[in-house]
Each structure stands twice: as structure tokens, then as C-alpha cells.
């Protein structure tokens, strides 16, 4: 039972023990008063007519008619006149009918009053015996007004106590509630301060778990900053502060096998021309000043696209990767135009080439970066700043105007969306999800993600597609009972007609929203937390999971982190790239999975290429594996 309802039911008990306690002790106490006046009155009238008929003649008729009178005129229930020996000499009774008061009333009180006696003189003789008894249906009638008199008083305070215990409990329940609420997000790994009530017991608590949430909360971000710490020192240049060589192509890799719009972009690199002689002429000094320079015209080009990379290759060339973007010619001129103002403020013993080349899902990255680097070669005898641009076939090319791409999409999403299937598995290979990339039919053929999620993007279709593959995905998780992971675009996010709709389907398949587990970029958490966070909210109430996908190390920068209410985040296929042989990356994995689960969320490798790899995942702490390696066998009669 509820503390509430034990507070409910000790007012009430209270309350009905005041009521039922007073008003037992109002009839009684009335009932007694009563009964001594009518014992007085009895004894006074026996008295009063005794003393008359001891003055007068002992004629029978006389005595008669006394008596007649006295009992017409009075209240009376009897009178009885006796002899010396006992016999009646004269009797008057009546019946006592009281029509207006209950019965079980005056069973309940029933007056037992002693009946008036007197004695009548005739001369210095005993005449006789007088005995007299009261009506007492006005008295039943009066003490029934009265104890409803007393009963309606005591309801109406009765009444106002209800209310008044109402607004006390009211004010009580609702700092009791922010506090079973904040026990519960600190359950949920959600360290949340609360107000402090003005109740003194429950300041006190909120007071104690309010410390506890800042205590974890300080925790959590001294080991997210150790954390970011030891990426720094492992994937990061001295230097420049940019990704070192490794890393920076584990995430060009992560995007070529990728099946979400970061598949296909624009590969940037840039080489600071003679590196050798610029250090000989500027000293060590000024040069490393040129390569962070170099690599802050880079960052600033990677954050005017979005979801840009910038690394060091090796002691003079720098890559950019800018998934989503296709235009070459504009950002060839946005990254001249930067680099000439570099050049032309250190002075003409500086040369800065470059070349650009479109990258696409399933390209081997071996020879996307040796037809860069021979472009690159090829810039350098263009000049200062000269720039080459490695056209794409055009063979490789489904549509080349806008107005083709989206008549082409527009009827691919009308005809349906398959959905492809790819297991996540735990450690011991029993299946978490699906995972359930869009297929679209272009051109008679099913086209991955990859090739027409940059274009679904760019048209600002991305919520017509996510809706499709949600209602694809209910009716796949209908037919198979199995979980499926939904993947979300950050632009349907922002888009609130999307999210409306989104959880009007999922409430007309309330039964099937649990199995559907939503992943968004890792980026949304960065750029729109407040939309993440209503989105949560509204998909956590229906059963749904929500987590992230393409995690980095920066997982524990994003705001509000334990508030969000996250069941999961995949890490990024970079860095899961060849871990069985890269201690860096085991120390980097095992140290987000530790963060991970101190928040209550649970870790996913995504990429991952072959059981060994698995089995490393798992001894550093990840709860599921998913990629090209993870294969998992269907029970028998699963379609």
C-alpha cells in the first residue's frame, strides 16, 4: 500500500472516530439528561396529584374524574391508583405510537426511567397508592431531532476536514512525487537535481539524493574528460591537434561500408608543397605554426559543410572528408580561395595543392586515395595553388538533375521500401535487433542507402522516407515478432509535423511499438538536444528504445547526457576497425563502454568484421556486436 493511501486511510479512520466517538457521547450524555428529567417530572406530577386528591373527598367519582382530567390534560403514559392492599381503585394508560422516529432509534436508546410514587392521606390514614409514568415520545422525538441536529454538524466538519486533509496530502504528494520520480531516474542511471521541498523530511531526502546525482554526475564527467584525454593523446597529432593517419582513414572506411548518408561525399587532400624547404627557410617554429594554420582553414571548411573530418596523412598532406556534399566545384573554390589567404599572408615560399574527388559507398579506399594522391601530384605542377578535380564517371551517375531525382524518389517511396535485414548480437549470440537499412527501387534495381539518402537529404524528403520505413518496420515486426532498429534522419528531427505523426502510428500499434529500437546520429545529441530530449520522452512512454548510433569519443561531451533516457549508442565502425591488433583502441572502447554502462546504457560496436574481433568487443565490456562479421542463425519457421 501507497504512502498516500496509508495517510488517506488514517485521516479517514480518524475522522470516523471523531464523528462516531462525539456523537455516541452526545446521545448518551442526552439520552441521560432526559431520563433524570422525566424521573424529576414522574415524581413531581405523583406528588403534585397525590397531595390534591389527600385534600379532597374519597368520593369514587370525584377520584375518577380527577384522574380523567389529570391524564387528559398531562403527558402521560400511565396512572394508577391503588389501595392499601395493593388493588387498582382507578387506571388511566395509553399506548405510546411515535410515527416520526425510527424504530431501531428507540430500541437503540429506550428511555428506562423509574415511575413516579406517591402516597394519599385521607385524614392521618393511608388512603392508597398513586403511580405515574411520562410519555416519552417526546422526548424519543426530541433526542432524534437533536442527534441528527449533531450529525450534520459533524458531517459538514466532517466535510471541511476532508478537504483541508486534501490540500495538506495534495501538498505533501507533490514534493513526494518529485521525489519517487528522481529515485526513479537515478534507477534509470538519470542524475537529475530536484527542487527541495519545504516539507523538513523531505528536504532532507531530496537534499541527500540531489548530492548523490551531483557526486555521479561529477563522476561521470572526470571520466568522460579522462576519456577524451587518452583519444587526444592516441588518435591526435601533436601538432595540429587534427586525426593522425590511422584513425582518420578508419572513418573513411566506416564510410564506404555504411548504409545511412554519410556514404557517399567529398575526399579532400592537401599538401604543403616542399615541407622540407619551407622548415629550412621559416625554422621549426614558424612551421609547425603553418601546419596548425593549414589545419585551421581545414576545421573551418569542415564545420561550414557539416560533419567534416580533418586529418594528418603524413608530415606535409592533410585530408578533409565531407560526407553528404557532392558539390566538387564550390568546395574546390571555398577551399582555394582559403588557402590563397594562407599563402598569401605567409609569402611566396609557400605552396599549397590540392586535390578533390568524390567517394561513394562500396569503393576500396586503397585506390580512392591513389587516384587522390596521383591528382595531387598532378596539382602540383598548376601552381602555388593549383587544384585538381577527379571527375566521376558517368556511368556510376542514376540521375543528374534535381528534377529527375525527385520523381525518381517520389515513386520508388510510393511503389514501397524494403528493408534489408542485418543482426545485432549479444555475447553469447542471441539477437538483440535487426537492423533494417531502406531499400528503394531506382532504375529496376534495389539501390542501397547509400547511393539516394545524400539525394533524400538534399530534396528535404527525409521525413517522407522515415515515415515509410516506420510503418515498413511495424508491419515487419508484426509479421516476425522481432525487434527491429529504425534509423532516423537528423533533418526529420527537426521537423515537427514528422514527430506528430511518428507517434500517432506507434499509438494506433501500441502492441508492437516496443520491438521498434529508434537510432539517430550521434550528432543530433550534439546540435539539437533539446529535440532529442522531447523525442525520448515521447518514445520511452510507448515502450520504444531510443539510443545512438555513430558514437565517437565524444559521447561524453553531449548535454544532458544522463538525463536523455538513452537505452543504447552504437559505436562508430572506426573504432572497431582492426581492434583485435590496436591497444589504443581497446583502452578507448573499454573506457566508453565503462561510461556506457554507468549511465544505464547499453554499448553496440557497429563494423565489426569477424568473430575474433567480436570476442575482443566483448571481453572489453560491449553488451552487442553488428557488421559484415556477425551472422546470426534463424530459428526454425522465421521468415
Not at 339 to 358: D, F, K, T, Y
Not at 516 to 523: A, G, M
Not at 620 to 625: I, K, P, T
Request: overall charge negative; some cysteine; proline content about 3%.
Amino acid at each position: 500500500m501507497s504512502l498516500i493511501k496509508q495517510l488517506w486511510l488514517t485521516i479517514t479512520t480518524l475522522l470516523l472516530l471523531a464523528f462516531v466517538g462525539s456523537l455516541l457521547i452526545g446521545v448518551t450524555s442526552s439520552r441521560h439528561y432526559i431520563e433524570q428529567e422525566i424521573e424529576i417530572k414522574n415524581h413531581d406530577n405523583a406528588n403534585a396529584l397525590a397531595l390534591s386528591m389527600s385534600q379532597m373527598e374519597k368520593d369514587p367519582v370525584i377520584l375518577e374524574l380527577l384522574l380523567a382530567a389529570q391524564f387528559d390534560t398531562g403527558h402521560y403514559q400511565r396512572i394508577e391508583l391503588r389501595d392499601t392492599e395493593g388493588d387498582i381503585i382507578e387506571q388511566r394508560s395509553a399506548s405510546e405510537h411515535i410515527d416520526d422516529v425510527p424504530g431501531w432509534f428507540i430500541d437503540l436508546v429506550h428511555f428506562d426511567v423509574a415511575p413516579g410514587h406517591a402516597v394519599v392521606q385521607e385524614g392521618w390514614q393511608q388512603y392508597g397508592t398513586l403511580e405515574l409514568v411520562g410519555q416519552h415520545s417526546f422526548a424519543y422525538r426530541s433526542l432524534w431531532h437533536s442527534t441528527l441536529e449533531l450529525a450534520g454538524w459533524f458531517a459538514l466538519a466532517g466535510v471541511v476536514s476532508l478537504l483541508l486533509a486534501s490540500w495538506i496530502v495534495h501538498s505533501i504528494r507533490r514534493p513526494l512525487r518529485d521525489v519517487v520520480s528522481q529515485a526513479q531516474a537515478i534507477g534509470q542511471r538519470r542524475f537529475t537535481i530536484a527542487n527541495e521541498p519545504r516539507t523538513q523530511e523531505l528536504r532532507a531526502v531530496v537534499q541527500a539524493m540531489n548530492r548523490l546525482s551531483e557526486t555521479v554526475r561529477q563522476m561521470l564527467g572526470e571520466e568522460s574528460d579522462k576519456l577524451d584525454q587518452l583519444r587526444r593523446r592516441m588518435q591526435h597529432d601533436p601538432v595540429t591537434d587534427t586525426l593522425t593517419r590511422a584513425p582518420l582513414l578508419d572513418r573513411l572506411e566506416s564510410h564506404l561500408r555504411s548504409e545511412k548518408e554519410d556514404a557517399s561525399g567529398t575526399l579532400v587532400m592537401v599538401r604543403i608543397a616542399r615541407l622540407a624547404e619551407v622548415n629550412q627557410t621559416l625554422g621549426h617554429a614558424a612551421t609547425d605554426t603553418l601546419l596548425v594554420r593549414v589545419a585551421r582553414r581545414l576545421d573551418q571548411l569542415a564545420n561550414l559543410y557539416g560533419y567534416g573530418t580533418v586529418g594528418r596523412l603524413n608530415g606535409s598532406d592533410f585530408a578533409l572528408i565531407l560526407p553528404r556534399q557532392h558539390d566538387l566545384e564550390a568546395v574546390g573554390s571555398d577551399l582555394t580561395e582559403r588557402l590563397r589567404n594562407l599563402g598569401e599572408a605567409l609569402g611566396a615560399h609557400v605552396s599549397l595543392p590540392s586535390a578533390l574527388c568524390q567517394y561513394h559507398q562500396g569503393e576500396e579506399r586503397a585506390q580512392l586515395l591513389a587516384s587522390l594522391d596521383g591528382a595531387l601530384a598532378s596539382a602540383e605542377n598548376q601552381g602555388r595553388y593549383g587544384q585538381t578535380i577527379v571527375e566521376q564517371p558517368a556511368s556510376s551517375v542514376l540521375y543528374t538533375r534535381h528534377d529527375e531525382w525527385r520523381q525518381a524518389l517520389c515513386e520508388a517511396i510510393e511503389e514501397g521500401v524494403l528493408l534489408a535485414r542485418y543482426p545485432v548480437l549479444d555475447a553469447r549470440g542471441q539477437l538483440i535487433h535487426h537492423e533494417v537499412p531502406s531499400r528503394l527501387r531506382l532504375k529496376g534495381e534495389w539501390r542501397p542507402a547509400g547511393v539516394f539518402l545524400p539525394w533524400i537529404g538534399r530534396l528535404g524528403m527525409a521525413p517522407t522516407l522515415d515515415l515509410a520505413v516506420v510503418a515498413a518496420a511495424l508491419e515487419h515486426a508484426a509479421a516476425n515478432g522481432q525487434p527491429v532498429g529504425i534509423n532516423l534522419s537528423s533533418d526529420s528531427l527537426s521537423d515537427g509535423h514528422f514527430v506528430g505523426q511518428l507517434i500517432a502510428r506507434l499509438r494506433d500499434r501500441a502492441e508492437i511499438a516496443p520491438l521498434l529500437w529508434f537510432e539517430l546520429p550521434q550528432s543530433v545529441a550534439l546540435q539539437q538536444p533539446q529535440a532529442l530530449n522531447t523525442l525520448c520522452n515521447a518514445l520511452l512512454t510507448l515502450g520504444c528504445k531510443v539510443g545512438l548510433e555513430h558514437v565517437g569519443t565524444q559521447f561524453g561531451k553531449i548535454a544532458g547526457l544522463q538525463d536523455l533516457g538513452l537505452s543504447f549508442m552504437k559505436v562508430d565502425a572506426a573504432l572497431s576497425h582492426s581492434v583485435e591488433e590496436r591497444q589504443d583502441q581497446q583502452s578507448l572502447l573499454r573506457g566508453m563502454a565503462t561510461l556506457a554502462h554507468s549511465l544505464g546504457i547499453m554499448a553496440i560496436a557497429e563494423g565489426v568484421e569477424s568473430r575474433s574481433a567480436a570476442a575482443v568487443l566483448f571481453d572489453l565490456g560491449l553488451d552487442g556486436v553488428t557488421g559484415p562479421g556477425v551472422r546470426h542463425t534463424e530459428p526454425a519457421g522465421t521468415h
